[in-house]
Structure formats: C-alpha cells, structure tokens
C-alpha cells in the first residue's frame, strides 16, 4: 500500500528557528518625508523588476516545459482509493457472485441511490434479483463498499459517466465481473474504501463465528 | 491619370483592409499561443493543424451568433459605437508606409494610401478620435460597469494622449517634419543614425504611452478586470463584439508600424532587406505587446494617472527642452 508516504518530509515551520524553512520576508518602513517617497519611486523604477518579470515568462517559453495534460487522448492516473463507478465482484474460486443479498448497502445508502430486489432460488438460497444504482444521486462517499461484508460491491475507476440525462441508472450486470476477466483472471481487487488491508488473512487466526 | 490615380488609391484600402483584418484575427490566435506557451500551456490545439483554423472557427462563432440589442440601450449610438472603433483603427493606416515602394508589372507602387505632409499628426488625431467608440459604448450601454469602464478608458487615453503628443515632439523637432515618409528618409542611413540613439527618453514614452493607447495590459483599464467583467463591451456579442476585438488588434499592428518607423528607421534605405527588417520590428513590438501581458499585472487606475501626469509629462516636457537647447 502507500506506507512510504509517512514518512513525508515536512517544512520546519517554526519561524523562530534559524535553520527553519520559513523566514520573515525584510519589508522596510514606510518613508514618512516626501524626499524619502521620492527616494522609493527612484529604488522601485530603476530595481528592473519589471524586467525579471519579462525574463521568467520568456524563460518558460524557451524551456517549453508544457503541463497541459489533453485529455480525451491522455489521462491522468487515478489513486487505487478512488471512488468512481461502483463493480460487483465476483468469488475468486468459483466464479459465482459475491453479493449475498444482504441489502446493507441499500439501508446504510445516506442518498437513497441503490435499490435491491431478492427471493429465493430454486435451491433456496437468496438470489439478486433486481439491483440497480442511481448514479444521479449517488453522491460515491463509499459507504456501500464499506459496509459490504463479502467484498462484493466495491468502487471502481470509471469516472467518465457523463450523461443527458439525470436518471443515469446502473444495472447490476452491467457493475458485474464479465465471466471472461474471471477466466483471465484480471479481476482487481479494490483497495480502497471498506476493503481489508493486505496479508489480512495472516493476522487472522481463526474465524469470529467457527464455534 | 485622374482615373487611374483613383483606383489604385482604392486597390490599396481594399487590399489594407484585408490584409489587416486577417492579421486582426491571426493576431488573437499568436496572442493565446504566446500567452499559453509563457504560461506553460498549449494553447489552441484541436481545430485543425497546431490549433491554426482556431481563427476561422471563432470568426464563424461570431457571424453566426445573435445580434443582440438588450433593453434599455440607446441603440443607434450602441451600434455605431464598434464602428467607429474599427473604422478609425483602419483610418490612422491611411498615413502609414508599410513597405518601401516596389515596382509591380512595371508600375511603381508606393505603399501607402495617402502620403499626406502631415502623416503623425493625422495619425495621432484619429487615434484620438478611436477614443469615441469605447467612451460611446459605455455610455449607450445601459450598464454601470460598462460605464464605469468607458470613464476609466477615457480618463487614461485622453492623458496619454498628452504623453505621445509631447514625447513625439522631440524627434519632429530634429527631423523637422510630420510625415512618415520623411522621418524614414531622415533614418536611412542605417542603425546609427536611427531616432532611438538620439531620442531614446522619446522612444520610451512614446513607447509606454502606445500601450495605454491601445489599452493593452499594464493600463488595461478598458476592462474591469476587477469586477470581473469586460467593460465597455459587456453588452455586445456577436459582430460587433468583434469589430471591437478588430479595431484593438489593427490598432496594436499600426501602433508597431508607427514605432518601428518613427524611432527605428522604418525601412531603411527601402531595398528588400530593409522591407524584411521593418516587417521583423513590427513583429517585435507586437510580440511584446503580448510579451508584457503574460509578465506584468494591471496598475491601478489612480497609479497610472500618477504616471502620467506626474512622471512621464514632465519628463516629455524636459526632453523637449533639453532637445531644443541642443539644437541652438
């Protein structure tokens, strides 16, 4: 994960140091006399501020060190943490789907984006029927994948869903792992938000409920 | 000969007239690449090859868009407003010689519309007159920012006016002339015996005063930049939006064209490389033109006044003194 990031170098802000990064900036006393005004206009016209100035932005130009960064055609990498489009994974083992139908998701939703529908199946055991999410009101604070006890519905990195209309549903085969990622076995898993931290299940000695 | 006088006279406003709106518009688009390459952007880039056609793009926006007079407006002088803008900004070029004269097909041509004896002084007043179009732009606008920005613009060309009236006196003094043609013979000697070694306090104000005169950054004062928004033109869109945005760019080419001439010899001894070496001094003045956007911030209104009236006015008046003095 990013522990390296700890251990992140900060300013010494602490301006009474000698050696801290931050120094009181000299701001002389403002002249009183008209002689000492005219003093300040001679300093300030002669100083060739300006001309510092003219010589960074052509400095710029020259060096041609362009940030722009052309969007549809490149992109910016996004954090694993990010919390775009929601997935529904599925079990590593068996390639079935995760989601147990719970409904937690649907309860803990603040904005009211996720709608669940089960009944039982033909060996009664509870089965998805209907899902779907909102995107227009989802508001992607992750709560869903937080509070998901099986890993099953998790944020994923689509952000471009830009859509003409506000109801912009999203239904759950359409969240869930394409049988063929399974095969290739490219199915990621989320890192971020309500996932278990890594080597989880080394730390973990014994199942709470295997009594 | 009457006759023939009269057409090529018209083939040479058509032909300025073209060339200079064109130029207008390829202006705003060196102007956004220049300020996006300072600035460490790219600048326009997707409509056509490096963003070129940008140009056409937007000139399309503008024919096409609503022609709109809002309520409340006094309409005829709202709508001449950007006329007289853009007209007066192509009148001072009636004065300007922008090249050498050439022979064509065996026909001498002289670039220039009217080689009046008193080229700098029309210049000067119809660069007087262009103060019309913002200051008539604000008042019919019905709108106090515009207003607001239309008496800020009036206060600073009027006293800058006074700056390049007075800083350009000097060098009339020595070449003892108004026309442009004349101050060109008077520097064709080469780089020694250009105005700028001889009058440099001159160049200077002159040079300072051109960029209140054509209201470009460090007293871009025409908009109000800290109410965020644009001025005098807040009302307008489309065309005639467009005829200010024009008529301010043709006034940064000629204001180059009159620099370069005045104070750095122009075309020299009018052969073909002192043609290019006009063309090159016109590109530098109006590349710093652009230059000093990306660099400096805005004065205050109040600040630039201070300039004027209480530094670079006395310094014309003194340069004038010094020069008279020296001529005796």
Request: hydrophobic share 50%.
């Amino acid at each position: 994960m990013h522990i390296e990031h700890i251990d992140e170098h900060f300013n010494n802000r602490n301006v009474t140091e000698m050696n801290s990064d931050y120094y009181l900036v000299g701001i002389e006393d403002y002249p009183t006399d008209n002689w000492g005004r005219f003093k300040r206009v001679i300093k300030r016209s002669f100083r060739g501020e300006l001309f510092v100035g003219l010589w960074v932005v052509m400095r710029e130009m020259i060096r041609f060190d362009i940030h722009t960064v052309k969007y549809p055609e490149e992109k910016m990498p996004i954090g694993p943490r990010y919390r775009a489009i929601h997935q529904m994974k599925r079990l590593w083992e068996s390639d079935t789907e995760r989601c147990i139908g719970c409904g937690l998701c649907e309860k803990i939703c603040i904005s009211n984006c996720i709608r669940i529908e089960t009944k039982l199946d033909a060996s009664s055991r509870k089965e998805v029927s209907e899902y779907s999410i909102n995107l227009g009101r989802c508001i992607f604070c992750g709560y869903c994948a937080e509070v998901c006890p099986e890993l099953a519905i998790t944020h994923g990195g689509e952000y471009e869903n830009a859509s003409d209309q506000r109801e912009h549903f999203t239904m759950y085969q359409d969240m869930l792992t394409p049988l063929d990622m399974m095969r290739a076995g490219t199915q990621l898993e989320f890192e971020g938000f309500g996932s278990i931290t890594p080597h989880e299940d080394e730390r973990v000695k014994k199942t709470p409920l295997a009594y | 000969m009457e006759m023939a006088y009269l057409i090529e006279t018209v083939i040479k406003i058509v032909v300025i007239l073209l060339i200079f709106s064109a130029l207008a518009g390829i202006g705003t688009y060196f102007e956004r690449k220049v300020l996006a390459f300072m600035q460490r952007r790219l600048g326009p880039m997707n409509v056509g090859p490096f963003g070129l056609l940008q140009v056409a793009a937007d000139g399309v926006k503008l024919f096409t868009k609503e022609d709109i007079v809002p309520a409340n407006v006094v309409a005829r002088v709202f709508k001449i407003a950007p006329v007289i803008t853009a007209a007066t900004a192509f009148m001072a070029a009636a004065a300007i010689p922008f090249l050498p004269s050439f022979t064509l097909f065996g026909y001498e041509v002289h670039p220039i519309v009217a080689d009046i004896n008193i080229g700098i002084l029309y210049i000067l007043g119809i660069m007087g007159v262009g103060l019309y179009g913002p200051l008539l732009a604000g008042m019919a606008s019905a709108n106090k920012f515009s207003l607001l920005s239309a008496a800020r613009g009036a206060a600073v060309f009027i006293s800058y006016e006074v700056i390049t009236g007075l800083s350009i006196l000097a060098p009339i003094m020595m070449v003892g002339s108004l026309s442009l043609i004349d101050f060109n013979a008077y520097q064709a000697g080469g780089i020694t015996s250009w105005i700028l070694w001889s009058q440099p306090v001159a160049f200077v104000l002159f040079w300072i005063a051109a960029f209140a005169e054509t209201g470009r950054t460090p007293f871009h004062l025409i908009a109000n930049d800290h109410e965020i928004i644009d001025g005098f033109g807040t009302e307008y869109s489309g065309m005639r939006w467009g005829l200010f945005f024009i008529g301010e760019y043709a006034n940064m080419f000629f204001i180059s064209f009159v620099i370069s001439i005045l104070f750095l010899g122009g075309y020299g001894d009018g052969s073909f490389l002192g043609a290019l070496g006009l063309l090159g001094k016109v590109a530098f003045f109006f590349f710093f033109f652009l230059w000093t956007r990306a660099a400096w911030p805005d004065v205050r209104p109040d600040q630039l006044m201070w300039l004027c009236w209480k530094v670079l006015m006395p310094i014309a008046v003194l340069n004038i003194l010094i020069t008279a003095i020296v001529m005796m």
